[in-house]
């Protein structure tokens, strides 16, 4: 049985090893609609107001290409990231983080509302231009999976076309070992160029299996990677519920990936663009002090010195990414009992 909390206080979900409910999931009314077409024009013209004023502080990076069989993973060269908090242990009673940078975001750094629930912000510490976040305006969990309006949202975000010759990049850490450090549920966005291949865009080029459940298809894996993900193409112009369907099925998935690793604390990391969405569950947030959230799960790793760089070449990024994801499932890896 998956703890009702994963979908929301109202979800009963009720699942055979082969059928996943979700009574939470009957009504599809929470759409959000289209983010303005001056939305572009707005973040770029913020990110270059926010960096001159100082409240935004972007420190640019160097980059390099290290393959891994068909797969090229791209490392960012950040000192900057040095500095980067890690989750604090600090909550209040209420479990509420005690220093919370999204309850009142920086006036600088706002981009506008987005529907009642969330608002679209820059993020303070960017390596990455037109880096942003959606928040919710109220307090709620990142230990919590996404909500179908949170799928809606990242839906809508993932249209804006923010810069030419790329294309955004949207993930989620969810869970203590995932590499998030805030505790407030918040989706980020990036532009990644459009020409580089992410390990689900290869992961997809092996094909999807069918499948006769709601979906059609089975989530797919890349062959060659040892760490356990799942990934589901999306359709054109998908619904809500064809969103919701495909994170029900790679969650699924994901669940009992930790459970038969024995996982006691549900983390995992989560990615969508336009074509794809993709989930990995998380054993440990780093290896040897290299941090990897969602990105370096896909492709994108993060190096704070030119020392990490070599580390991670010289290991081999495949073998970085497995010590802090989880080893495949054996057997019929189509099997999940949530
Ligand atoms: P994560 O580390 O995955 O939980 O993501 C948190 C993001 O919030 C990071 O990209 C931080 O750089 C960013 N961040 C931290 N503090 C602030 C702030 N005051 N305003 C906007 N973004 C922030």
Known sequence: MLPARLLGRKATVRATRSVLRIDCIASFSNMLPPLSDAFPDLIRSKFSSAVESGSLIFTPSTEADIPADDLTFRVRIAPILSQKPVLRRDDDATG??????????????????????????????????????????????QRAPLSEIDLSATWECLQANIQGGSRLLAFYNCGEFSGASQEHKHIQFIPVPQDLKLLPDAALAYGVPISKDAIGQFPTSHPDVPFAHFVLPIPRNPSTEDLVMRFSSLLARTLTALREHGQRSISFNF????????????????????????????????????????????????????????????????QHDY
């Not at 975001?105 to 390596?127: A, H, Q, T, V, W």
């Not at 030119?306 to 990024?317: C, N, R, V, Y």
């Open 96 to 141: 509420k983080p005690k220093f919370n940078p999204f309850l009142n975001p920086e006036p600088d750094l706002f981009l506008c509302d987005f529907g009642d629930r969330y608002s679209l912000i820059l993020n303070k510490f960017s390596i990455v231009p037109y880096h942003f976040l959606c928040i919710t305006k109220e307090f709620e969990p």
């Open 271 to 334: 990615a969508m663009t336009k074509d794809w969405m993709f989930l990995a569950p998380r054993g440990q947030e780093s290896y040897e002090g290299i941090s990897v959230n969602a990105t370096g799960m896909v492709g994108l790793l993060l190096a704070k010195s030119e020392e990490q760089l070599d580390f991670i070449k010289s290991t081999g990024p495949l073998e970085v990414t497995a010590k802090v994801g989880l080893p495949r499932i054996t057997g019929d890896e189509q």
